[in-house]
């Protein structure tokens, strides 16, 4: 199993502020983020509509995507595990929902 080293960064609301995972990188995204949830025990916080995103690339990860194929995810300092509702600047897009978990 290839694994991928990511530093988690939690919203406020979060009792957890960092964390750093290993992540199968054969999980799709999908998979990763249903995995950090049951790792850190924040499954009641998932709304279905959380995914991966990466802050220096200002980009979503796609949710079919495996993680092995992005290939600058382990050189990043952080991804965020939030909500896709809510921007890059963590600020609604949809005048909804106020982010899961980040992910650093």
């Not at 796609?62 to 890059?88: M, R």
Request: glycine fraction near 6%.
């Amino acid at each position: 199993m290839a694994a991928l080293v990511l530093r988690i960064k939690f919203p406020d609301t979060y009792p957890l502020i960092y964390k750093t995972l290993r992540v199968d990188a054969n999980f799709t995204v999908s998979d990763a983020v249903k995995f950090i949830a049951e790792t850190v025990n924040c499954t009641s916080l998932l709304r279905g509509s959380e995914g991966l995103f990466v802050p220096d690339e200002k980009r979503w990860l796609d949710d079919d995507t495996k993680l092995s194929q992005y290939e600058t995810l382990q050189d990043v300092e952080h991804i965020e595990f939030k909500d896709k509702n809510v921007g890059g600047d963590d600020k609604p897009i949809n005048n909804g929902g106020d982010g899961c978990c980040v992910i650093l």
